[in-house]
């Protein structure tokens, strides 16, 4: 048995009951702090295997720009979770993005090689872990009677901050020089910080003392803890590492892919990385209002339609073609990551950090792979990663059914 799930209090002693406004106005401070900071990790990721190519790099080298921040984000969003359910999410959040900053000025060295960048990306994957975690949980647990929806605008808010760093990147290194952007993204930062510093309310749960004189703790303020290694777990860990391969191969190679197609330029792969957010924006705020019931059919259909997608952009027939695979692809990934994140998240009423941190922490490891694997598919062939992906889809397809299905039958339904 888990402790007591007991009611949240503000932090002010003088104010001990947290009212609904306090809850809502978090809320909205987390969307936000997520937009921003998803913002940022757009340009970055885009900016950094980039500037390895400007200077020199090899295309191997270009994979571990990606794959050095999936490395460390294998571990770091569950350390991160468990420390925001220790102090709090108002502390961990500003720990963790005044240590982001620091991070960003670190790529403002003139003498940066690509070694220097690919291990900046992984002190990126560090901090990083650190405030995912602490925005999921603190929206899971503010509002647990709709527990689904403040997650998926939660991924819609991270998915809509990423659609804008392409362009700002591209503005920005065309006319004010390379490392212009990362002047950008370091001014949003210190936005973030303002706003988490001055707007969002720390808060705690009551002690039993505080909130109860009763001499039981009432049965439903108590919680079995659910199993990190139940099949509906390792089915959502499998479908969140799908993701990671998927979103990486798209970002980190897909351009370059476009541009050896015949008759296709950088205008293109643009537009298609356009759509490709855009659908799987769509996709986030569709899902959120999808039944919980729902989510393990949610989960199937991503890897159903990774799969689809994966081997379409692996067989190129042509342009309208590239354009229906990459929209599938990003419908794709939005459901395996709500899905997944959703199933995880919701199974337990308290630690909620812990929990969204094993989720980010699992998509760190198809964030390692995805990039890794592919940059080194790539030297033998620029189709060849979108081959891997087709396989791995219908590996992790097969894997989820049986799990599911073992879960369903032991719950009873």
Not at 162 to 184: D, K, R, T
Not at 228 to 233: G, L, M, N
Not at 304 to 326: E, H, K, P, Q, R
Not at 338 to 346: E, F, P, R, T
Request: net charge negative; hydrophobic share 50%.
């Amino acid at each position: 048995m888990q402790g007591p799930v007991e009611p949240f209090c503000l932090d002010d002693a003088e104010k001990p009951d947290m009212p609904h406004s306090a809850k809502k106005r978090n809320r909205l401070v987390a969307y936000i702090a997520t937009f921003l900071v998803t913002f940022t990790l757009g340009t970055t990721e885009i900016f950094a295997p980039w500037y390895i190519g400007e200077l020199g790099g090899s295309g191997f080298e270009m994979g571990w720009a990606m794959g050095s921040f999936g490395i460390i984000y294998m571990i770091s969003p569950a350390l991160g979770g468990k420390l925001s359910d220790r102090i709090g999410r108002r502390k961990s959040l500003l720990i963790a993005t005044s240590a982001y900053i620091l991070v960003l000025v670190l790529f403002l060295n003139p003498l940066a090689s690509p070694l220097y960048l690919i291990v900046i990306r992984a002190l990126e994957g560090l901090v990083y872990g650190f405030i995912a975690p602490s925005n999921q949980a603190m929206l899971a647990e503010l509002t647990p009677e709709a527990e689904c929806e403040v997650l998926g605008n939660f991924s819609t808010a991270w998915s809509a901050g990423m659609i804008f760093s392409p362009f700002v990147l591209a503005f920005m290194e065309g006319n004010y020089g390379p490392a212009s952007s990362i002047y950008v993204v370091i001014a949003i930062e210190f936005i973030m910080l303002g706003i988490i510093g001055g707007f969002l309310q720390g808060y705690r749960r009551k002690s039993i003392a505080e909130n109860s004189t009763e001499s039981e703790i009432p049965i439903h303020m108590t919680e079995i803890t659910p199993s990190k290694t139940s099949p509906r777990f390792i089915a959502s860990y499998l479908s969140i590492m799908l993701w990671g391969v998927i979103s990486t191969v798209i970002l980190a190679l897909f351009p370059a892919y476009v541009e050896t197609l015949p008759g296709l330029t950088t205008n293109d792969w643009g537009t298609m990385l356009l759509i490709w957010n855009g659908v799987r924006t769509i996709a986030f705020i569709i899902i959120a209002r999808v039944p919980e019931k729902s989510m393990s059919s949610v989960i199937l259909m991503g890897a159903v339609l990774s799969a689809i997608s994966s081997g379409v952009l692996f067989l190129f027939i042509d342009f309208w073609m590239l354009i229906i695979a990459i929209a599938l692809s990003g419908i794709a990934v939005g459901l395996s990551y709500l899905g997944a994140l959703y199933l995880i998240v919701s199974a337990t009423k308290i630690e909620k950090g812990t929990y969204a941190g094993l989720v980010e922490s699992m998509g760190g490891v198809g964030l390692f792979l995805g990039p890794i694997v592919g940059g080194w598919l790539v030297d033998f062939g620029g189709a060849l990663p979108y081959l891997m992906c087709t396989i791995l889809s219908v590996v992790v397809l097969i894997g989820i059914i049986p799990l599911l299905m073992k879960e369903r039958n032991s719950s009873g339904e």
